[in-house]
């Protein structure tokens, strides 16, 4: 199968499971496709959890995607991967020795597996705006929008779909201003900090 025919069905298939056990996804895509307009053509990137980002990459860097920067923080690490025509893919793991010991990664992983999307972000013109419409709707967030108003990057999260009593998925609102593409990490440990539950 040719690597593009192939990527484009990992991911449309990867993202129709994570929006099947997603609320929020669920009447966000429908309200697109109500318009004509879908799902993926907003996604913005994909966050995958593992244990082993490297390894767990490979489906996609086989399929064209290619290694762009790590982001660090204080328990846990990223990579960022990315293919012109696609959303940028981030796989994120915790440090593997005692730095670690804190993130709540790896018991994410544990229980759900690195094979399914902890969250897809989709791109918003306007994040107060879709904050009102979709909390209109019922979908909850937690936490503010993390980004300061004109900034190049705002974002939300939706709060945790819960499974036995765990956080899993959740859904982002990310607002891009001057062209930006990349990832704030004050602001990514921010959100990853909303997703714990409560």
Do not use: C
Not at 48 to 59: K, M, S, V
Request: aromatic share 10%; glycine share 8%.
């Amino acid at each position: 199968m040719e690597p593009s025919v192939e990527l484009d069905a990992l991911i449309a298939g990867m993202i129709d499971n994570y929006v099947s056990r997603n609320r929020a996804a669920t009447l966000l895509r429908d309200l697109l496709n109500a318009a004509g307009v879908g799902f993926s053509p907003v996604a913005d990137h994909l966050t995958l959890r593992t244990q082993d980002i490297d390894q767990r990459a490979e489906e996609f860097t086989r399929l064209g995607y290619v290694y762009s920067e790590t982001i660090e923080y204080e328990d846990w690490y990223a990579k960022v991967y990315r293919k012109v025509g696609y959303p940028a893919l981030f796989v994120d793991q915790a440090y593997p020795d005692d730095r670690g010991r804190t993130s709540i990664i790896p018991g994410w992983v544990k229980k759900f597996g690195d094979n399914v999307f902890h969250h897809v972000a989709v791109r918003v013109e306007d994040i107060e705006q879709a904050i009102e419409r979709l909390k209109a709707q019922g979908v909850v967030f937690t936490g503010q929008i993390v980004g300061v108003r004109g900034g190049q990057l705002r974002q939300i999260f939706t709060s945790p779909e819960m499974v036995d009593g765990q956080p899993f998925s959740v859904l982002e609102l990310a607002e891009r201003h001057r062209g930006y593409q990349g990832f704030s990490p004050p602001q990514a440990d921010s959100l990853m900090k909303s997703t714990v539950g409560r």
